[in-house]
């Protein structure tokens, strides 16, 4: 009784023991120090201000600038526990707006033509941003 008691933690040292050894061999095989050796990639991410989404979030607009090609597709997705909606401001090349959205909810407008377009929340006038097109 008492020999297996006694055996049982130190198999159990053993087996972690080698645990380590190994992940520390598996360690050095792929080179998982940090700093030294060619680091991790890091995921491709767009530039700022590129692509078609706006998040909102936070009561912004992110990105509050966004710069797209005429005929571009932009979807805003409200990722903000308040709800929000989308107006173009007064002297926008077109004008545009949404309901009322709550979380989850998105928004798209297709922008035909190149300029600069304002918009601003209907219920939360302080967040604003910018739609630029280009041709
Ligand atoms: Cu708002």
């Known amino acids: 009784m008492q020999n297996q008691e006694t055996r ?4 159990h040292r053993a087996y972690t023991v080698a645990g380590i050894l190994l992940l520390i061999a598996a360690c050095m095989v792929a080179g998982c120090s940090s700093g030294k050796g060619p680091a991790t990639p890091a995921l491709p991410q767009p530039p700022a201000g590129s692509g078609n989404a706006i998040t909102i979030q936070n009561f912004a607009f ?4 966004l710069t ?16 929000h909606a989308i107006v173009s ?4 090349p077109e004008t545009f707006s949404s309901d009322t959205l709550s979380t989850g909810r998105s928004y798209s407008f297709t922008f035909n033509r190149p ?4 918009y ?3 219920i939360h006038p302080s967040m ?5 097109v280009e041709k």
Do not use: F, R
Not at 8 to 11: D, I, K, Q, V
Not at 68 to 83: F, L
Not at 128 to 132: E, F, H, R
């Open 8 to 11: 049982e933690p130190g198999l």
């Open 62 to 65: 992110d990105p509050p600038a």
């Open 68 to 83: 797209v090609k005429a005929g571009t597709v932009v979807m805003w997705t409200n990722q903000d526990s308040a709800p």
């Open 89 to 92: 401001d007064t002297g926008s």
């Open 115 to 118: 300029g600069t377009y304002p």
């Open 120 to 122: 601003h929340c209907s």
């Open 128 to 132: 604003t941003g910018t739609i630029v």
